[in-house]
Nanobody
C-alpha cells in the first residue's frame, strides 16, 4: 500500500505562482511514474504533468511553458511549479503515482485526495 499526500494548494491571484508538492510513503520498490492531474469543474480529469522513469517529462498542452514538474526519488516526492496562473487553471489538482511494491509486482496506480487551487482576484 502506498499513500500520497499533497500540499501547497490555495488561493492565488492571476499572474501569480504556486508550488504544489506530493509525498509518497509506504512500500515502494520502484517508481514507474509520478505526476499531477487536475479536474476543472464540469470537465473531465486531465493530465497536467508527469515524470516517467526511463522516459522523461510530459506536459499537458495548456500548461507547457508555464508549469515545471520535478521528482526527487531520494524522498519519493514530486513537485509542480506553476507560473503565470490564470482563472482557467482553477481546479482540484490530484497527485498520481504508479509504483511497484516488490521486485515482481504489477504496476499499481495511486491517487492523492486532491488539493484545490483557485486563481482569482
Amino acid at each position: 500500500q502506498v499513500q500520497l499526500v499533497e500540499s501547497g494548494g490555495g488561493l492565488v491571484q492571476p499572474g501569480g505562482s504556486l508550488r504544489l508538492s506530493c509525498a509518497a510513503s509506504g512500500r515502494i520498490h520502484y517508481i514507474v511514474a509520478m505526476g499531477w492531474y487536475r479536474q476543472i469543474p464540469g470537465k473531465q480529469r486531465e493530465l497536467v504533468a508527469s515524470v516517467t522513469s526511463g522516459v522523461g517529462k510530459n506536459y499537458g498542452d495548456s500548461v507547457k511553458g508555464r508549469f515545471t514538474i520535478s521528482r526527487d526519488d531520494s524522498q519519493y516526492t514530486v513537485s509542480l511549479e506553476m507560473n503565470s496562473l490564470n482563472a482557467e487553471d482553477t481546479a482540484v489538482y490530484y497527485c498520481n503515482g504508479i509504483f511497484r511494491t516488490s521486485t515482481f509486482s504489477d504496476d499499481m496506480t495511486y491517487w492523492g485526495k486532491g488539493t484545490l487551487v483557485t486563481v482569482s482576484s
